[in-house]
């Protein structure tokens, strides 16, 4: 059988894009690639001669077995998506599930995400965190989301759309409250900026000028009082006890 690699590609800076992504992409007898015209640009700027076949978000049911097949009679298969790790928000999770299901072997290389990009330089305690992605556009279900992430210990990362990114940080304050947060935007590009402060200091930048593509991350907030406060209590009664 074939292997099926999944290729990280750069989230700006072409310079990001690893020497043995280039020398898979160039090996491999085909590209499955979220945007072919996009990749093709990638693939000029390297030198690439490999030929592409689409794979997105609403071709992906439909191209999953032609791929399986090919992979099946010996193809090697390399997957990328417009920017970053494929499968990250982006196209690619349900290939990689039909290619174990089948047995064909997956190999994922490192590089270029957004996420870790952003975390690492954020200065908000990086461990434990939760990357969520994107949330939901309708409210109501966006809010749910929200909730079920207001009492999380993690640090949490969010993907958002430049067009939304005021919108939602209103939306994390409505159910959050006030809270650290920090926007990495534009990583690896020429105006990359870190915007780090409340979330209500974000709104303000956000709203006055929210250019470009943007991480969200949330430091977790203050831990319960109740959760914090009943140990010393326990303690204090058991030394009153003690002590007789
Ligand atoms: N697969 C990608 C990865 O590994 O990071 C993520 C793709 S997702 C469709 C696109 C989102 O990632 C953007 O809306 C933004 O939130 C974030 N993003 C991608 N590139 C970025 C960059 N250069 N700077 C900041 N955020 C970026």
Do not use: C, W
Not at 34 to 53: G, Y
Not at 71 to 99: C, H, R, Y
Not at 205 to 234: H, M
């Amino acid at each position: 059988t074939g292997t099926l690699y999944l290729v990280p590609t750069p989230i700006g800076n072409l310079d990001d894009m690893t020497f043995r992504a280039v020398k898979t992409l160039q090996a491999v007898d085909l590209i499955a690639a979220e945007d072919t015209r996009n990749t093709q640009k990638l693939l000029n700027h390297f030198d690439i001669k490999t030929k592409q076949i689409s794979f997105h978000e609403h071709n992906t049911q439909a191209r999953i077995p032609e791929l399986l097949a090919r992979l099946q009679n010996g193809e090697a298969i390399a997957q990328v998506s417009d920017a970053g790790m494929p499968s990250i928000s982006d196209p690619g999770k349900e290939l990689v599930k039909a290619a174990i299901e089948a047995g064909i072997p997956v190999v994922p290389l490192p590089g270029a995400n957004a996420a870790l990009t952003a975390l690492i330089a954020s200065g908000i305690t990086p461990q434990p965190f939760l990357f969520y992605g994107f949330l939901p556009r309708k409210a109501s279900e966006q809010t749910a989301a929200l909730e079920g992430l207001a009492d999380q210990p993690e640090a949490v990362l969010f993907y958002e759309s430049p067009y939304r990114v005021a919108k939602t940080l209103r939306a994390m304050q409505a159910v959050f409250g006030e809270r650290q947060a920090v926007l990495a935007r534009e990583l690896t590009k020429k105006f990359e900026e870190f915007i780090r402060g409340s979330l209500t200091e974000l709104i303000d930048y956000a709203e006055a000028s929210a250019r470009g593509e943007f991480v969200i991350i949330v430091a977790p907030g203050a831990p319960k009082p109740a959760a914090v406060s009943t140990l010393p209590l326990k303690a204090q009664v058991q030394a009153k006890i003690t002590a007789g």
